[in-house]
């Protein structure tokens, strides 16, 4: 029997759960909570993130992680923040051979980690990373998507590929790990310039210049870090950036939106805030130890981190745009 294991039941793990269902046997949802597991294996339906999504019979929710032992494949669908946590847990009760797939686009704060360097402490260095311009709300959906992966080893990426395929969901791979995990990371940052400019109400031109002035930066990052500069022109990279940079499905966007309006934003409460905070410092630390000047990087960061009002912020941004 083919089984293959996600950690975490959210929008995502969910999406990608229902799309590996069609060509594998069972699909295990690990996650945390008891009334949640319930309701997916009664009534097939994920009642907090998808309501009215019939869920694959194949799909069996679960608390325990010792119940992923058995799959050859397992998708790490969770918070950049929980990573390390759960591979924790995971390294007592699976083998060390396990294709491990993060799909989280975040880095470990203060450490500078990839997600992929923090599973190669615990596991090994062939696995495999998932990104591209993806909102789970159209997989979960069976809506064509397209995404990169990418693995140190060729033949995991292979696996993963052929387990992700569907005549909807269509994948290509990719080389280049540290470029794709970047990507993931920096999209974030530009989603929330252009979130925090909408919501200022920046003129049409300017946005557009800022998105662009994002995108050529995104390519002197990756190739800063070591990376492939042709990933920024891939799924993971320039389809990625514009699209949460743009659509209002993004949550970085909206969030940049929201501090662009200068609304106030309960940062307890929202695990978007957490995350992309994160990010922004990550990256501007990542920028500031190698000499690299990103205006858009330092612009987020006055705005999101030191507070600076948006308007004085989009002035300073303005007078470095060339």
């Known amino acids: 029997m083919r089984q293959v294991g996600i950690i975490g039941a959210g929008s995502l793990g969910t999406a990608l759960a229902q799309t ?44 325990e992680f010792g119940d992923l032992k058995d799959c050859e494949v397992i998708f790490l669908s969770i918070p950049s923040s929980a990573f390390r946590q759960t591979l924790e847990n995971l390294k007592e009760v699976i083998s060390s051979d396990v294709i491990l797939v993060t799909t989280a686009k975040g880095i470990e704060y203060p450490s500078l980690k990839s997600m992929g360097s923090i599973v190669e402490e615990y596991f ?3 696995y495999v990373a998932l990104s591209g311009p993806n909102f789970a709300s159209e997989i979960v959906l069976n809506l064509p998507t397209i995404s990169n992966i990418a693995s140190k080893s060729k033949e995991n990426a292979r696996k993963v590929k052929e387990i992700l395929s569907t005549d909807q969901f269509k ?34 031109n300017a946005r557009y210049g ?3 002035k994002g995108f050529e930066e995104t390519i002197s990052i990756i190739e800063m870090i070591g990376g492939n500069v042709s990933t920024a022109s891939e799924y993971c990279g ?21 501090y662009g309006q200068r609304l106030i934003v309960d940062e307890k ?15 501007k630390d990542i920028c ?35």
């Open 124 to 126: 090994n260095k062939d």
């Open 171 to 204: 994948v290509k791979i990719i080389d280049d790990v540290v470029g794709l995990e970047i990507c993931g990371v920096i999209k974030n940052v530009n989603a929330i310039a252009n979130g925090i400019c909408e919501g200022m109400n920046v003129n049409e």
């Open 238 to 258: 320039f389809g990625d950036l514009v699209l949460t940079s743009t659509s209002f499905e993004s949550r970085n966007h909206t969030l940049g939106m929201l």
């Open 288 to 322: 500031d130890n190698n000499n690299v000047k990103s205006v858009i990087v330092n612009f987020v960061y006055d705005v999101i981190v030191k507070q600076v009002p948006p308007k004085i912020a989009f002035r300073t941004l303005w007078e470095d745009m060339e």
């Open 20 to 63: 590996i269902a069609q060509n594998v046997d069972k699909v295990i949802l690990q996650l945390r909570k008891e009334n949640l597991k319930d309701s997916i294996n009664n009534s097939n339906i994920n009642s907090e993130y998808y309501p009215n999504v019939k869920l694959a019979d194949n799909i069996v929710a679960t608390t």
């Open 210 to 212: 800022v998105l662009t």
């Open 269 to 283: 409460a929202s695990g978007v805030v957490a995350e992309g905070k994160n990010s922004i410092m990550a990256i």
